[in-house]
Every structure is written in C-alpha cells, then in structure tokens.
C-alpha cells in the first residue's frame, strides 16, 4: 500500500504498472453462478449496486445462527474476492452478502503523510467516518450512496423483498435476510452482522464496529492505516481513532479479530494497530500450531507461511490462499474461529507445523498479469523496506516482551528480524545488548556463575556494582568473545543438551565452538551456522518479514 515507493519503481523502470496501492483483482465472473461457489450468486440491486449474496446453507448440519455477515473489499472493489470464507460463513450459520462501496482511495494513501497539524491529524478519522456514512470533508468527499451503511442497507432491504424488484430465490428465504433489519425495515439491525475486510477493507471494517456495536470485527491483511513520519526509521503513529477505540469503540474490543501475513508489504501497520486497538493477545503464528485446540483465546493471528512477500493477499483472497491437495482451505480452520466457532481436532485432525511449512510453494498465479503483479511487489518491497516499531516498546508489537533473567543459547538463526536473536555489540562499553528488550530496558549477556561450564543469561544493563559489572562485560577479539573478569570464553557445548551455551576455556575448546561472527545486516551473532538466542517462551514469530 505504500504508492510513493511504487510509484517510484515504476518511474525508474520507464513503464507503466499496476496501481500499487493492493487493487484487488477485479472480478471476472459477473451475473452467474460462481463455479464451486454454487451457494453464492452476483446481483444487482434496484439502484444498480454490485453484490454477491450467499444465503445460509439449509442443508449443513449447523444450526442458523440468525445472523448476516457483511464483507468489505479492499480499493480494488472486488465484491467477490473471498467466496471461499463466505461460504464457510453460509455452513456455519450466516447469510452472507459483499458489496462494492466507496473504497478507493485507500487510507494508507490519503492520510498517512497528514500530519503538520492537529486538524491533519484527524485525517483518519474524518475519511473513515466519511466512508462509513457519505459526507464531505477537506480530506475526501463520499456520497451517501457510496457509504457502507447505505449499501448494507440497500443491499439488505433488497434481499428481504422489501424493494420493487425481488430476489431469486436462489438467495432463499427473504425473511431470513430480514432478520438482519430492524422492525419495518428501514434501518440495519448492526448487532445482528458480523463484518469483514480484506485490506483497505479492513479498516472499513474496523470502523463499522467503532461507529456502530455489531457482533464481530474480521480484519484480514489490514488494518492498513497509519500516520507516518519516517517509514524507513519505523517513525509512525497509529491513526487516531485506532488509538481511541478502546474506550470510544461501540463493539468491544473483545470482538475484534485480525489475521495476516509477516511476509506483507502491509504488515507493518496492521502488526502496529491490532495491538494499538487493544486486541485481545498474545500473538499466534497459526503456521506453528499442531492441533487447532492450541490456538488458544488471542485475537491476533498471524502466519508465515507465503515467502518472499507475497502474503497480502493469502490470507482469504480465493486466488491467492492456500489450498490442501483435495482443494480444501489450509486456513479454514482459523477462519472459522474467527467466526466466532472454535474448531476441533477432529474435525482437523492433519493440521500441524509440518504440514503447514512456509516452505511450500505458493500457489501458482491465475494469470499472467497476477503473477508479475506479485513480483512487482515484491520488488518495491525489497527497495523500500523498513523496521517495524522494536517488539515490545510502548505496549506494542509483541505482547510477551523478553523478561530479565531469561536464559541463553542457541538456535537456528531466523530469516525474520527475531527479538530473541538481534544483538549489539558496543566495544566501548564491552556489552552484548538486545535490541528489542523488555519495555525500553536494556538487557545484556550476563554469566550466572562466571566459571567454566557456567550458563549465560540476560540482565538489565549497565550495572553500577563492581560485581554486577564483572558479570557482563566482555571482549570481543578474533572472533572470540572473551568474559573479562574470568578470561573464558563464549562457547557453545557439544556434549551437553543441544543449543547450550556455556562459558569455556579459550586455548582448549573446539574452534568451531567458540568462534562468533557478528552480522552487521541482521544483527545476528552466529557460531557454525546457528544464533545466539534467548530461551524465550513465545515463539510465534509474529514479527514481520522485511
């Protein structure tokens, strides 16, 4: 979503290319049957606007819940972008409709570098509100007709046989529809509709629940708003009406829930709001997950399974998501929770790690245009990339920050940038620090008992004592880090428990295993192909990939 860097790729190519902003693609099967989707059907309503409608499924074992699932595309407008999760919704109770709706631009374009004054501040706001119901402003002018509570409504009506012209009955019974509308019909009945986003529709989404109580909040690959200062620092704010939703939000915030993708040029602003809204944590790394009873009760999903940052669009879109070999979604499962149904090890019993291993190849491209699309893409991504806010800081990011005293080994190194593998090395004041530490405090290598074969843990640092001092300070030269007090070395010990790293005697340990190369580039300190690491208990790699 970051038009300024692709706008730049494009101008240094010489040549023309897609609107970089996540258009979704657009839909290629207007007025019929949907192919596999049969429960599902593109319509018009009286005043000509675009739908899909997905009755609920008369014929699953699942009870009607009574409830209607409202779903928001991203700038693209693609109403038909996520009939995969539609129909899911149809089985597990829901009547589902999407809609076109005023969506471009994106926010992330409009208000991101609106930030010289107070007024340009509430850019995000004021757009946002102006989606939601028509209005103009300074910032974006939306008709009342174009806003997602007059499309809902027109849509709802519409498929309720309240308008002269009535729907097939293929969308089934209309009172069905209708009990999604308050009592004569002229106003949406907002408790009684889930909505989900995808992308810029994510924030649509997000604001529906902030302005009006409804029963849940979907975000999938954003929210994707953000007010920025330095990209490439990590200088960026969350928008102000994010900052606010805990306490001024209609739905709690208890109902919202966010899935994306690490490997996401948007993942920088939707890993920096679901924490900002006060979301429900910790993180969860589905793709780490072995049995969908470990998801546990956190609301901020995540996955790394798309490589090189093609993961925007993977996590619902129908042309993008991954598929098991007998056509099934491997994301059904935590689609499904986020519907408000907890899934079972029975009813997936072939979910685990290794079956979701981000190695797998991504799903291959339904057309040319797609597949350069991606690459694009990914090459703006390349080029602009830049740091997230450091994990922990502020409340946000990682929820389970590094505590002190948590031990050391290591590990295999991560290709992400892990807070529990970026490390600092200052030859002045002879500390080896965490980047991403505990709430602003720095924590530093420190030996426990500063003796051989002695453990190695993390402490807050510096440390004014004689010897508190003695414990962290180190050496580093020709490769080695030295402990200065004791004259031992770091050292990784190959008889004992794998990963351990212990302190050794320099002139009679293995090379190998005493030898450290610090990487400037990833801020790893490796031995023989593995990283210094702390034992840190969450590790759900939710971190993006940049």
Not at 53 to 60: A, L, Y
Not at 250 to 272: I, K, L, N, S
Not at 404 to 428: E, M
Not at 477 to 490: E, M, R
């Amino acid at each position: 979503m970051f038009t300024i860097a692709a706008a730049a790729v494009a101008m240094a190519a010489g040549a023309r290319v897609a609107d970089p902003g996540f258009p979704d693609l657009a839909p290629d099967h207007d007025g019929a049957v949907l192919g596999d989707f049969d429960n599902c059907k593109n319509l018009e309503t009286p005043e000509r606007y675009k739908l899909t409608g997905c009755p609920r499924n008369v014929t699953s074992p699942h009870a009607d819940n009574g409830k209607c699932l409202l779903v928001l595309p991203g700038k693209g407008n693609d109403y038909n972008f996520a009939l995969g999760f539609m129909t899911l919704a149809t089985n597990w109770g829901y009547a589902a409709f999407s809609t076109q709706y005023h969506a471009n631009p994106d926010l992330y374009s409009l208000c991101s570098k609106k930030h010289a004054t107070p007024e340009e501040l509430q850019c995000g706001y004021e757009a946002r509100l102006a989606k939601q119901i028509g209005g103009e402003n300074k910032f974006i002018t939306v008709s009342v007709e174009e806003s997602v509570e007059h499309r809902a409504l027109s849509v709802l009506r519409f498929l309720s046989n309240l308008t002269d012209r009535a729907p097939p009955e293929t969308m089934g019974d209309p009172k069905r529809w209708a009990r999604c509308l308050e009592p004569g019909g002229e106003a949406v009945k907002w408790a009684s509709l889930a909505v989900m986003g995808g992308s810029e529709g994510s924030g649509s989404a997000a604001f529906v629940g902030y302005h009006r109580k409804v029963d849940r909040v979907i975000m999938f690959s954003g929210i994707d708003d953000a007010v920025v200062y330095d990209l490439r620092a990590g200088n960026y704010s969350l928008p102000t009406w994010v900052a606010d939703a805990h306490s001024k939000s209609a739905t709690p915030m208890d109902r919202y829930y966010g899935f994306g993708e690490v490997y996401d040029q948007a993942c920088r602003a939707w890993h920096f709001n679901f924490p900002g809204l006060r979301m429900k944590g910790p993180w969860v790394n589905i793709n780490l997950i072995k049995k969908v009873s470990d998801y546990g009760n956190g609301h901020m999903y995540c996955s790394d399974r798309a490589k090189g940052n093609v993961g925007h669009l993977s996590t619902v879109w129908d042309r993008s998501t991954w598929k098991n070999p007998d056509g099934s979604y491997i994301y059904a499962p935590i689609w499904q929770k986020m519907l408000g149904y907890n899934p079972t090890d029975a009813q997936y019993p072939d979910v685990s790690a290794t079956r979701l291993s981000g190695d797998a190849p991504p799903p291959p491209a339904s057309s040319l245009y797609a597949a350069l699309r991606r690459r694009v893409y990914g090459l703006i991504e390349s080029v602009f990339a830049s740091p997230t806010p450091a994990p922990g800081v502020s409340g946000l990011g990682n929820p389970e920050p590094i505590k002190v005293n948590s031990p050391v080994d290591v590990a295999f190194c991560d290709t992400y940038k892990s807070i529990k593998q970026r490390w600092l090395y200052d030859s002045q004041t002879e500390l080896l620090t965490l980047v991403d530490s505990d709430d602003g405090e720095k924590l530093g290598l420190a030996c426990e008992k500063c003796t051989l074969n002695g453990r190695l843990r993390v402490v807050k640092v510096p440390i004014d004592s004689p010897a508190g001092k003695a414990q962290t300070e180190w050496r580093y030269d020709k490769g080695h880090f030295i402990h200065k007090d004791s004259n031992l070395c770091l050292a990784r010990n190959p008889n004992a428990e794998p990963g351990l790293v212990v302190l050794s005697n320099c002139s009679t340990a293995n090379a190998t295993n005493i030898r450290w190369t610090v990487q400037a580039n990833t801020q790893h300190v490796v031995s023989d192909g593995v990283c210094l690491a702390v034992q840190h208990t969450n590790t759900t790699r939710c971190q993006c990939v940049f």
